[in-house]
């Protein structure tokens, strides 16, 4: 069964602070994908990373995939209180054709003004 | 123009109830899905339908029961509603994950609360 860790499990930080959360697993993905979930709401993603080493900046978003393909970390610059959600990785292992997505269980950040 | 909807948003109930959501998606995707979000907020899934067909079914109780109609819609239906189901409950759908392509996109999700 795969796993996907996350950490920290909780954070809260002030605005303009940079945070790095992290996911981690035993195994290896064909792709990773992170969510950013506010309350009330589903789930909706932020971006996918395929490749080892991978980086991808979305605006002060960056998202790196390890090179072995078994975790990735999300950097957050200068954060400010529309990033408080919940940030979700999820993993495709890419073994079967119907691919099940695995969700880690989430890094809840909380922005303070 | 809603994406992927859900009904109804709020479901509250007695034990032993039988309750269906429905979910709709007006995406033209292949690939839904069932998931359940804890109050610890961990996100698991429970079926995959592909065009109609079932895919995935995780060791879910046979209580519940996925039913889609077409390809546009897969609705849950759960009997003998107990107290450890209480949760929030998302569909999602998915273009080609085959190809892979599995973005998932999520309804708003039903907060089911059982008494």
């Known amino acids: 069964t795969q796993l996907l860790e996350q950490s920290p499990q909780f954070l809260s930080i002030q605005e303009g602070e940079n945070l790095t959360v992290y996911c981690n697993s035993s195994s290896v993905f064909s792709s990773l994908q992170w969510y950013r979930q506010e309350p009330g709401e589903g789930p909706v993603l932020l971006v996918t990373v395929v490749t080892g080493g991978e980086v991808k900046k979305l605006k002060r978003l960056t998202f790196q995939f390890g090179d072995a393909r078994k975790d990735s970390s999300l950097h957050i610059t200068a954060a400010q209180p529309g990033d408080t959600g919940l940030y979700l990785c999820?993993?495709?292992?890419?073994?079967?054709?119907?691919?099940?997505?695995?969700f880690g269980p989430g890094t809840s950040l909380s922005v303070i003004p | 123009d809603t994406a992927v909807s859900q009904t109804p948003k709020y479901l509250v109930t007695q034990m032993g109830n039988d309750k269906s959501i429905k979910c709709e998606q007006n995406?033209?995707?292949?690939?839904m899905y069932w998931y359940k979000q804890d109050s610890k907020k961990f996100l698991k899934i429970m079926f995959s339908?592909?065009?109609?067909?079932?895919?995935i079914n995780e060791t879910v109780p046979n209580r519940f029961s996925p039913k889609s109609p077409d390809k546009a819609h897969l609705n849950l239906h759960i009997n003998s509603l107990e107290l450890g189901d209480s949760a929030v409950y998302f569909c999602?759908?998915?273009?080609?994950?085959?190809?892979?392509?599995?973005?998932?996109?999520f309804g708003p999700g039903t907060r089911l609360t059982v008494l």
């Open positions: 999602a759908s998915s273009q080609d994950p085959a190809s892979g392509d599995n973005e998932q996109f």
């Open positions: 999820a993993g495709d292992d890419g073994k079967t054709s119907y691919d099940k997505v695995i």
């Open positions: 339908y592909n065009n109609k067909e079932l895919i």
């Open positions: 995406l033209g995707h292949d690939t």
